[in-house]
């Protein structure tokens, strides 16, 4: 059915080809129409510019919804913070195990709670333990995975400027920084921004893990495209086996 449809296109310079193929613009474009450049990489897209209100709204909305903030936003924002801080200060003075006393400390404890108490690879080796006997210890694999995703995630928003991209980038690595300055008291709420810039690093790891392979062995339609035919197709040119004609 495709090599029937594609034997009544037009003709042109390059034909198209099926199986995954994009047609040439002369087939695409309707007659009289130019065709439309293909966009640059690295190109800043129109919708950049206009995520710089984005801020600017959030600072609106946070104080518009937030009545105690009316009076005086900027001061009373202080205030927040302040009672913030004093309220992690009492729960390390009521539960001396979960004091965070230095911002090193506060890296150190997430690299524990993912890896010591909530990790698929410390899963595995308490698995092996109860079911074959084996102690067994396995490598920070995910806490791996999460420092090369962050990098790639880093390096594609820094690549990409202006861009959507870059926005949630920044968007995430600032709850995260903010997370860590302010941490004083570990509960497992405050890793919250962690696990979900850690699940965007590892998901964008993998998208370009996959496009790196598909690159390196072309795995690629290209490779097994099928040329239309020079002329109309005939039902009986190619009979299927088996089918009386």
């Known amino acids: 059915l495709e090599r029937r449809v594609l034997s009544h296109r037009p003709r042109s310079s390059r034909c198209p080809t099926a199986a995954g193929e994009r047609a040439s613009p002369a087939t695409e474009s309707p007659a009289g129409a130019p065709a439309s450049a293909p966009k640059r990489p690295g190109a800043i897209s129109p919708l950049a510019p206009k995520l710089v209100v984005v801020p600017l709204v959030a600072a609106i909305t946070f104080v518009a919804v937030y009545p105690f903030l009316w009076p005086n936003p ?8 302040a009672f913030r801080a004093s309220e992690m200060a009492n729960q390390a003075d009521d539960w001396p195990s979960l004091e965070v006393a230095s911002r090193a400390e506060a890296v150190r404890r997430v690299g524990v709670n993912f890896y010591n108490r909530y990790s698929y690879a410390r899963a595995a080796g308490l698995l092996f333990r109860e079911a074959l006997d084996i102690h067994w210890r396995p490598p920070a694999v995910e806490l791996c995975l999460v420092l090369v995703g962050a990098l790639t995630f880093a390096a594609g928003a820094i690549r990409a400027g202006p861009s959507p991209a870059l926005l949630v980038f920044v968007l995430l690595a600032g709850q995260v920084a903010i997370t860590l300055g302010g941490m004083r008291s570990e509960f497992d709420r405050y890793h919250v921004p962690m696990a979900l810039f850690a699940t965007v690093a590892v998901g964008i790891l993998v998208d370009r893990t996959g496009v790196a392979i598909r690159r390196v062995h072309g795995w690629s ?25």
């Open 74 to 81: 900027i001061s009373r924002t202080y205030d927040i913070f």
């Open 221 to 245: 339609f290209r490779r097994y495209r099928l040329t239309a035919p020079r002329g109309p197709l005939s039902p009986d040119a190619h009979p299927r086996p088996g089918l009386k004609h």
